[in-house]
């Protein structure tokens, strides 16, 4: 399955405002063009920093951007290469900016102790602390919020292996969950159906009244953003493990 890249800040941020810049934003710049198969992803990113850099922009645009690269396999020697070589074209004021945001964020040396550590690096959003609802999982989760205003939006990880219990959303009306993967590989199975791999960018959107768990594969760290839908009387029933049998058949 190959990645895709999504993005939601447009109408996040602008979709009120200005509904065709978010659009253009989500659904053509990040939607098409990153997603379009001439070349692959790491290279797009590589370009896009570059043409940031030369551009003078470094927001957090920017910073969004070399964190993407690493994400992507953009390396501290290549970042490093590819700043010092643009900085000869560009301008060295250019060059001193844009390395002290990628300094701090491929600074690995310090931090990467642990598999924890070591999978932080790799993600923009907190893992946060063990999570609150363990005993509905089978292994180690963690949780981190994101916002808690308007629609609440939590950050899910996973250790290898671990998964939530089947469960259903409930709600009189509305209500139901989104996940957006950020991290990592990780599945999502709803009763009856067969399981569906979740990789960064993935997105699934769960309706109230649907049994289903989700959690990471076996091999891989997992993390993925919660997004509560709002609804009335609505909260969450949680059911059976997963078993391992059904579990050790996922690949």
């Not at 992507?72 to 070589?85: F, L, N, P, Q, S």
């Not at 004021?93 to 690995?108: H, I, M, T, Y």
């Not at 292996?161 to 590989?185: D, E, F, M, P, Y």
């Amino acid at each position: 399955m190959a990645e895709k890249i999504t993005q939601t800040a447009g109408r996040a941020q602008l979709g009120d405002f200005a509904p065709m810049f978010a659009h253009l934003n989500d659904d053509i710049l990040f939607g098409e063009v990153w997603n379009e198969s001439g070349i692959d992803l790491k290279t797009k990113c590589i370009v896009t920093v570059v043409s940031l850099m030369a551009s003078g922009i470094t927001d957090s645009s920017l910073l969004y951007h070399l964190q993407n690269a690493k994400a992507r396999g953009v390396t501290k020697e290549e970042i490093a290469a590819i700043i010092t070589h643009a900085t000869m074209y560009v301008g060295w004021p250019k060059g001193w900016a844009v390395f002290r945001l990628a300094k701090d964020v491929w600074n690995e040396s310090a931090s990467a102790r642990t598999e924890k550590d070591r999978y932080q690096n790799t993600i923009f959003f907190p893992i946060g602390e063990p999570n609150p609802y363990g005993k509905y999982f089978v292994g180690q989760s963690y949780l981190a919020p994101v916002s808690k205003e308007q629609i609440p939006i939590f950050n899910v990880t996973f250790e290898p292996g671990c998964r939530n219990n089947w469960h259903i959303h409930k709600a009189k009306s509305g209500g139901g969950q989104t996940l957006v993967c950020v991290g990592g590989r990780g599945w999502y199975q709803e009763e009856g159906k067969p399981a569906v791999e979740m990789l960064p960018g993935s997105v699934v959107n769960i309706p109230a009244g649907v049994k289903h768990w989700h959690g990471a594969a076996a091999d891989s760290w997992f993390s993925h953003l919660a997004l509560e839908i709002p609804g009335e009387e609505s909260g969450a029933a949680w059911l059976e493990p997963v078993s391992d049998e059904d579990y050790g058949k996922l690949k």
